[in-house]
């Protein structure tokens, strides 16, 4: 039972290129959740998606597309990577619904670098 | 929404035991108060959640006043190990409300 896990665990980019962060969960989990985390900062959430099939918009999603592609799949695309989105990155998951109620469980993030 | 506060950091020694407090003045009837510890380099993890009054597991304890408005993590015995940042959530089933402030960097010391 892996969790959640993300790929790649690092990125280097140059500005305007694009790139997919991949994340996946083995536990059957209905919620899934991309965060952003910048240097001394806590957790922005980017987008959402309470079931398969659905997405929404979370504080901070400008710049960030995002595909639920199945249950287990929630993949975060960059269309035109900036050196503002030199963030780390965390993707998490929840059993039931997509609120504070509901434990997340975290992946182990993706480090991007825009240059 | 309900805003949380919570302390920058905390400096403790280890053995003993870490009370961390979060305010939330307008915490809404439905709102439950979960906290999260993260170790650096590593995602958040989910320490206890809890509604009212007491709630005790193998990790923390956490104390919630009848008012409910604010709540305290207490971390018993403290070791070099639980040096992280702490998080206060409150919220029910709404995505907005998911909101991780800057949280209580502890720094547990020999």
């Known amino acids: 039972n892996a969790g959640v896990t993300q790929t790649p665990k690092f990125q280097v980019l140059k500005t305007g290129q694009s790139m997919t962060l991949q994340c996946a969960q083995d536990?059957?989990?209905?919620?899934m959740y991309w965060y952003r985390q910048d240097p001394g900062m806590g957790l922005r959430l980017i987008y959402y998606?309470?079931?398969?099939?659905?997405?929404d918009k979370g504080e901070v999603p400008n710049g960030y597309n995002v595909s639920r592609l199945n249950k287990r799949e929630f993949s975060l695309r960059l269309e035109s990577a900036a050196p503002s989105q030199t963030s780390v990155y965390f993707c998490a998951s929840s059993v039931r619904t997509s609120g504070v109620q509901d434990t997340q469980y975290f992946g182990p993030g993706t480090r991007l670098l825009v240059l | 929404l309900a805003k949380t506060t919570q302390p920058i950091s905390m400096d403790s020694y280890e053995g003993q035991e870490v009370n961390i407090t979060c305010s939330h003045n307008?915490?809404?009837?439905?709102?439950?108060i979960t906290w999260y510890q993260q170790f650096p380099s590593q995602g958040p993890r989910f320490i206890i959640q809890g509604y009212k009054t007491k709630v005790t597991n193998e990790v923390a304890s956490l104390f919630i006043p009848a008012d409910r408005k604010s709540s305290t993590l207490s971390l018993p015995r403290v070791s070099l190990s639980d040096t992280a940042v702490y998080y206060c959530l409150v919220g029910f089933d709404s995505a907005r409300q998911l909101t991780f402030g800057s949280g209580t960097q502890l720094t547990v010391l020999p």
């Open positions: 998606s309470a079931s398969e099939g659905t997405t």
């Open positions: 307008n915490i809404a009837t439905n709102d439950y």
């Open positions: 536990m059957n989990h209905n919620s």
